[in-house]
């Protein structure tokens, strides 16, 4: 999508529009169902130019046609989350048996992805794959998003640990919402915390930093956290003032070098992956 639209999107956001006073007295397109295709590494059977669907396997959702509808962004799919998705994809090991908190988690692209990889992961089936929490601000988009993953035609809706909660960056910033937060996740005892588009809106970065921080400095028995988030640079001054707030909360910033092979039907763009760790 042309970038300057995105942003435009962004500006309207948090603005109450009045629909029957404005121009927008159409409604959005209905939700589609759409399937995105997906191979293993080496797991290509034919080695001429012709795609074998063979190779492929299958992730469905239901997802939303536009960019922002019902003030939120994380009714569909996000490039970035197409990127994270396919390194993991490639480094399963960095996720096969650990636990993930994912951040922002829209409709489910990338938690479903997770979700599938550690079941084909998983050496026997006595030994269930470990938790995957998967997150969001936004009610709507955390209950399209247990949809998809419960869909019987993706793997994820065989994975017993995948849970679903609500988790707003911004309760971390006020005092009067903070404790209340803070207990929500004590329970969460992650691995590895994973979000793709998720620096995008200038007035979230520091509420998201402080919950990176939260658990990256959280002391825990299995060693320290990292945290592997991907973003679609659209605004060189967003993508510093996320490096800015995360060397102001002392994290490290390690840039992940990684090229999309494209093999699961994606147009290359110029996505950034960054680890961060404490
Ligand atoms: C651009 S979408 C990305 C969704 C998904 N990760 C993807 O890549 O397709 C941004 C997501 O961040 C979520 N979000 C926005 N503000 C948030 C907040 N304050 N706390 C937690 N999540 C938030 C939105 O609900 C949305 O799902």
């Given at each position: 999508?042309?970038?300057?639209?995105?942003?435009?999107?962004l500006?309207?956001?948090?603005q109450?529009?009045?629909?029957?006073d404005?121009?927008l007295s159409c409604?959005?397109p209905t939700?589609?169902?759409i399937?995105?295709y997906?191979?293993?590494?080496?797991?290509?059977?034919?080695?001429?130019s012709l795609?074998?669907?063979?190779?492929y396997?299958?992730l469905?959702?239901?997802e939303?046609?536009?960019?922002?509808q019902?003030?939120?962004t994380?009714?569909?799919?996000?490039l970035?989350?197409?990127?994270?998705?396919e390194?993991l994809i490639?480094?399963?090991?960095?996720?096969?048996n650990?636990r993930?908190l994912?951040?922002g988690?829209?409709?489910?692209?990338?938690?479903i992805?997770?979700?599938?990889l550690?079941?084909?992961?998983?050496?026997?089936?006595s030994?269930p794959?470990?938790h995957?929490?998967?997150?969001?601000?936004n009610?709507?988009v955390?209950?399209?998003?247990?949809?998809?993953?419960?869909l019987?035609?993706?793997l994820?809706?065989?994975?017993?640990n995948?849970?679903?909660?609500?988790?707003d960056?911004t309760?971390?910033e006020?005092?009067?919402s903070r404790?209340?937060?803070?207990a929500?996740?004590?329970a969460?005892?992650?691995?590895?915390?994973?979000?793709a588009?998720?620096?995008?809106?200038?007035?979230?970065?520091?509420?998201?930093?402080t919950v990176l921080?939260?658990?990256?400095?959280?002391l825990?028995?299995?060693?320290?956290?990292?945290?592997?988030?991907?973003?679609?640079?659209?605004?060189?001054?967003?993508?510093?003032?996320?490096?800015?707030?995360?060397?102001?909360?002392?994290l490290?910033?390690?840039?992940?070098?990684?090229q999309?092979s494209?093999r699961?039907?994606?147009?290359?763009?110029?996505?950034?992956r960054?680890?961060?760790?404490?």
């Open positions: 999508m042309n970038d300057r639209i995105y942003n435009r999107y500006e309207v956001l948090n109450q529009l009045d629909v029957a404005s121009s409604p959005p939700d589609s169902f399937t995105h997906w191979r293993l590494k080496n797991s290509a059977s034919s080695k001429n795609v074998n669907l063979d190779d396997r299958t469905t959702l239901r939303s046609r536009t960019t922002i019902d003030g939120t994380g009714l569909r799919t996000w970035a989350s197409l990127v994270l998705s390194y490639d480094t399963p090991d960095l996720i096969a650990k993930i994912e951040l988690s829209g409709i489910g692209f990338l938690g992805i997770c979700a599938s550690q079941r084909l992961h998983q050496t026997t089936e030994a794959p470990p995957l929490w998967l997150t969001d601000a009610e709507d955390l209950t399209k998003c247990r949809g998809n993953v419960q019987p035609c993706n994820s809706s065989t994975h017993p995948v849970h679903h909660r609500l988790l960056w309760a971390f006020h005092s009067a404790s209340t937060a803070l929500d996740m004590d969460l005892d992650e691995d590895i915390i994973l979000g588009d998720i620096v995008f809106d200038p007035a979230l970065i520091e509420p998201f930093v921080a939260l658990r990256l400095f959280k825990r028995q299995n060693g320290p956290r990292v945290a592997l988030i991907a973003l679609t640079v659209r605004n060189p001054d967003t993508f510093q003032a996320f490096l800015d707030a995360v060397e102001r909360a002392a490290t910033v390690e840039h992940v070098d990684y999309s494209g699961m039907f994606l147009e290359r763009r110029k996505v950034k960054t680890r961060l760790h404490r």
